[in-house]
C-alpha cells in the first residue's frame, strides 16, 4: 500500500487514518526522550531555564485512529508538546520560582491536506494560540525547509539546542548531507530518523538506478558492490546482515554524529519488512538516555550488528498486540532481564581482551569507547566486569589508587580500569 493510500487526512471530509502498533512505539520513545531530555539538561536545580528547539520534519496531520477506530491517537506534533508541558509541571512541584522551557516548534509536511488538519488539531488541543508565535507550520519538503528553520534556531536567544523528529516513509527522503548540515551548524543537536533498512535490503542490486539511489543519500561508497552477487550466492541470509554493518557504518560517517544507537521496529504481519529508528548524537550522555529508552520498550533482539546484540521491538511479539495472554501464555517473557544476562556473558569475555589491548582506561572513556558499537547500558557492563573482576583478570581502582574495587556494580567512571599483573588463563587465551 503506497503511503498516500494509508495516511491521508482530509479536513473537509474528516477522514484520517489508523495507526499501527509499531508507529506507537516509536511515538512512546519520542515522548519519553523529551521527558527525560529535559529532566537531564535541567538536574542542575539552579537552571532558571533552558531552550529547546523542536524539529518535526514529517508531521503529518497530527491524529490518528486507535483501537479498531473507538479512540484517537494523537502524533508527534502533539506528543512533543505535551511531553514539554508535562516535564515543566513535573520540575516544578514545591517550587516557588516556576523554571521555565522555552521552545520554538517546527512542524513540517509537503502536503497541504495534512498542514490544515494539524492546526485544526492544535486548536483543538489547546495549542491554537501559540501558532505563529513558537509553534511554525511550514508546507515543504523537509530538505527544503531546512536552512529556513537552522537560521531561525540560530536567531533564537536561548539556545540552538534541537532535537529533530525524522520520520520518514522509507529512505530516500533525507539524504545524510541534510543531516551532517545540522551537526556542522547547531550546537547540541539530536536527530531521531526512520531508515527503512529492509526494504533498502530487498532491492538491494548493482542496477545502476539502484546505485543512484544510494548516492543521493550519500552511502553509495559503504555497499561492496563488486562482492554483492558473491554474498547473495554463497552466504543465503547472512549476506543482509553482513549489508546492515556497511550501512550502520556509512549511516554514523556520513551524518557527522559522534554517537548512534539502533533501535529495530518490525511491524506486524506474516512478512514485516523492519526498520531502524536512528538516534544521531554528539554527546554521549544523550546516547546513554535514548539506550536507557530502548531497553523500556524492546521486546526482541539481533546478533546482525554487534556481537553485543541489537535491540529492537517486534509487534508479532508483543502480546497487547497479538493477545497471546488469551491463549495462557501469560505475562510477556522477561526480555530486559534474559537478555541483559546474555549481553553481560558475552561481554564478560569481549571486555578483559580490549582491556589488555588499552592497558590502562578509565571506565567513562570505556563506555564512551564503545558506546557505538553496543547496546548494553552502564548498569549491564558493570555486571559484566564483575566476573573477570573476581577471577582477577582485571583489576580495578578509583582514579587515586587507593582503593580496589572488589565488585562489578561499585565501579564509578572515574575509576580505572586494567588487566591484572596475574591474569588468568582466560583472559590471556
Known amino acids: ?25 516509536k511515538h512512546q520513545i519520542i515522548h519519553d526522550y523529551i521527558r527525560s531530555y529535559i529532566t537531564v539538561v535541567m538536574s542542575n536545580q539552579l537552571i532558571p531555564r533552558i531552550g529547546i528547539n523542536i524539529v518535526d520534519g514529517f508531521c503529518g496531520g497530527g491524529v490518528y485512529k486507535d483501537d479498531y477506530g473507538r479512540r484517537d491517537h494523537y502524533g508527534s506534533p502533539i506528543i512533543a508538546l505535551e511531553a514539554v508541558q508535562e516535564t515543566v509541571a513535573e520540575i516544578n512541584i514545591q517550587r516557588n520560582i516556576p523554571r521555565e522551557v522555552l521552545t520554538q516548534n517546527f512542524f513540517i509536511d509537503i502536503k497541504k491536506e495534512n498542514i490544515d488538519y494539524l492546526k485544526a488539531v492544535l486548536t483543538t488541543k ?14 515543504s519538503r523537509f530538505t527544503d525547509a531546512l536552512p529556513s528553520v537552522i537560521k531561525k534556531i540560530q536567531d533564537f536567544k536561548f539556545s540552538e539546542r534541537s532535537l529533530f523528529l525524522l520520520d520518514q516513509y522509507a529512505y530516500k527522503d533525507v539524504p545524510f548531507s541534510s543531516i551532517r548540515t545540522i551537526f556542522q551548524r547547531l550546537a547540541n543537536a539530536e536527530v531521531l530518523l ?11 542490486s548493482e542496477r545502476d538506478e539502484n546505485r543512484k539511489a544510494l548516492q543521493n543519500i550519500d552511502l553509495e561508497k559503504y555497499i561492496p558492490w563488486e562482492k554483492l552477487r558473491s554474498f547473495k550466492a554463497t552466504m543465503r541470509h547472512e549476506w543482509q546482515h553482513l549489508i546492515q554493518r556497511f550501512l550502520a557504518e556509512g549511516i554514523l560517517k556520513e551524518s557527522g554524529a559522534e554517537f548512534m544507537t539502533v533501535f529495530f521496529i518490525t511491524p506486524g504481519g506474516h512478512n514485516p519488512r523492519s526498520y531502524w529508528f536512528i538516534h544521531l548524537a554528539k554527546s554521549y550522555r544523550a546516547n546513554a538516555v535514548m539506550k536507557q529508552i530502548h531497553w523500556k520498550y524492546g521486546n526482541n533482539f539481533s546478533h546482525s550488528m554487534t556481537p553485543a546484540l541489537f535491540v529492537g521491538y517486534d509487534a508479532n511479539k508483543d502480546i497487547q498486540v497479538t493477545d497471546q495472554h488469551a ?20 561481554l564478560s ?22 558506546a557505538n558499537n553496543t547496546m548494553a547500558d552502564e548498569s549491564i557492563v558493570r555486571q559484566s566486569l564483575h566476573g573477570p573482576l573476581v577471577s582477577g583478570a582485571i583489576d580495578v581502582y578509583d582514579k587515586d589508587s587507593r582503593t580496589k ?10 575509576d580505572i580500569i586494567i588487566p591484572s599483573p596475574q591474569r588468568t588463563m582466560f583472559f590471556t587465551s
Open 349 to 370: 569475555e569481549l571486555l578483559p581482551r580490549k582491556i589488555y589491548d588499552q592497558s590502562h582506561v578509565s571506565f567513562g572513556q570505556m563506555m564512551i569507547d564503545m
Open 405 to 414: 574495587r572488589r565488585k562489578g556494580s561499585s565501579i564509578k567512571s572515574s
Open 327 to 346: 491463549f495462557g501464555f501469560g505475562e510477556e517473557h522477561n526480555f530486559c532481564g534474559v537478555t541483559g544476562k546474555r549481553i553481560e556473558a558475552e
Open 126 to 139: 489547546g495549542f491554537g494560540h501559540r501558532l505563529e508565535k513558537n509553534i511554525f507550520t511550514l508546507r
Open 1 to 25: 500500500m503506497a503511503k498516500d493510500e494509508k495516511y491521508k487526512w482530509d479536513l473537509s471530509a474528516g477522514i484520517y487514518p489508523h495507526i499501527d502498533p509499531h508507529s506507537k512505539i
Open 194 to 204: 526512520t531508515f527503512n533498512v529492509d526494504s533498502l535490503i530487498d532491492y538491494l
